[in-house]
């Protein structure tokens, strides 16, 4: 029943900014961890940033700096904002939301960020 709907991809230029956001079809709450993923062509889907219930945050090393994980919790929404965007951030971003209740890991059908001139 757990829906995650992932909004606010698009085109950008090198240096602009973008902010996705993940909508969940219930209260986040119930999750353990939201977290963002992405995954470029070619490549395996990585880990961008992470929340916990606990409002604990972790980035990897390439976004740090940059991009910012947040939540609201009255909106049952999460948040990426990417700032400083560089080529080398296309790719399409995934929501992920993780419950430790029912060890289930949820995901959103991604949406695409490309960062060109």
């Known amino acids: 029943q757990v829906q995650l709907a992932e909004s606010g991809g698009g085109l950008v230029q090198p240096g602009g900014s973008l902010r996705l956001s993940c909508a969940a079809s219930r209260s986040i709450f119930g999750f353990n961890v939201m977290a963002w993923y992405r995954q470029a062509p070619g490549k395996q889907r990585e880990l961008v940033a992470r929340i916990t219930v606990n409002d604990i945050t972790n980035y990897a090393d390439s976004v740090k700096g940059r991009f910012t994980i947040s939540r609201d919790n009255a909106k049952n929404t999460v948040y990426l904002q990417m700032n400083s965007l560089k080529a080398e951030d296309t790719a399409v971003y995934y929501c992920?939301?993780?419950?430790?209740?029912?060890?289930?890991?949820?995901w959103g059908q991604g949406t695409q960020v490309t960062v060109s001139s």
């Open positions: 992920n939301a993780y419950s430790i209740y029912s060890n289930t890991n949820y």
